[in-house]
């Protein structure tokens, strides 16, 4: 079983591009919403957030878990690779790809406070700086919306300009989504970027690696990948959870309606 961990709905945009890369594997996904953001939070509390929703997918039999939350990764993944025996894959902004495919020499990046000071970008930023110029944008008030699943509209449409066209005048040819919840509100990004810049979401790379991640494991550990009948996923959520069935809805279906949904209560 994959485990998969957000402080919210973000992270049904990873579990998206899970579930069609790997059909028949179950998953078990939190979404830590009584928490929601983390993006402001001290970068401490993130970590022990992480560590007991890992504990507790762990408990549940998870084999690997995808914290598909940038945040959290930024906070939390280098405790979490130490303090657990299963690997964990993670989220980080895909400034690299957007560097490297940069045409104006300009590339935008959306993403929360506590992801702009994580190691990782940080180390990716030292890289790519001398190349191309970055504009860092901090998406406040965007996790809130898409957790109120008001993902177009007025509100939606005059706070991702406010973030985004600045980005799109400075000559931004990429808008990288650095927080998993924003791909969500691609529709009302693309409405205003207008086809000026790509719109690059990591979601199916990290789909990939924990494709690969997987198969390693189960190389390993001589375990069989299932096959055949599509895979069983089970929500977990620490708050509310009516977008949450929105959301698994809007992506899987009618097959929305085999899935499990169950409160969850870990201090
Ligand atoms: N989905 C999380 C991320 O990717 C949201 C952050 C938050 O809760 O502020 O960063």
């Not at 089970?234 to 992506?251: A, C, K, M, P, W």
């Amino acid at each position: 079983m994959i485990g998969v961990y957000d402080s919210g709905v973000g992270g049904l945009s990873v579990w998206k591009e899970l579930r069609a890369a790997m059909p028949a594997e179950d998953f078990c996904y939190v979404s830590d919403g009584a928490y929601c953001p983390y993006g402001p939070k001290d970068p401490a509390f993130v970590v022990d957030r992480a560590m007991a929703v890992s504990r507790f997918l762990i408990s549940q039999g998870a084999e690997v878990v995808v914290v598909a939350c940038n945040t959290a990764t930024a906070a939390a993944i280098s405790t979490l690779r130490s303090s657990f025996a299963i690997p964990f894959v993670g989220m980080e902004p895909a400034l690299k790809p957007a560097a490297l495919r940069s045409q104006s020499g300009v590339v935008g990046v959306l993403a929360t406070a506590g992801t702009f000071k994580g190691r990782l970008y940080l180390n990716t930023l030292a890289r790519f700086s001398g190349r191309v110029k970055v504009i860092e944008q901090v998406g406040t008030g965007l996790v809130e919306l898409v957790e109120r699943g008001e993902v177009a509209g007025p509100e939606a449409e005059s706070l991702v300009g406010r973030y985004v066209r600045p980005m799109l005048e400075a000559g931004a040819d990429h808008i990288v989504l650095g927080c998993t919840h924003y791909p969500f509100l691609t529709g009302t990004i693309a409405r205003i970027v207008d086809g000026r810049a790509a719109i690059v979401n990591p979601a199916p790379a990290v789909a990939r690696q924990a494709q690969r991640v997987l198969a390693d494991l189960r190389e390993r550990t001589g375990k069989k990948q299932p096959a055949g009948k599509p895979g069983l996923s089970t929500f977990f959520s620490t708050g509310e959870d009516t977008v949450l069935r929105q959301l698994v809805r809007q992506i899987a279906g009618p097959q929305a309606d085999s899935y499990l949904y169950h409160s969850l209560y870990i201090i």
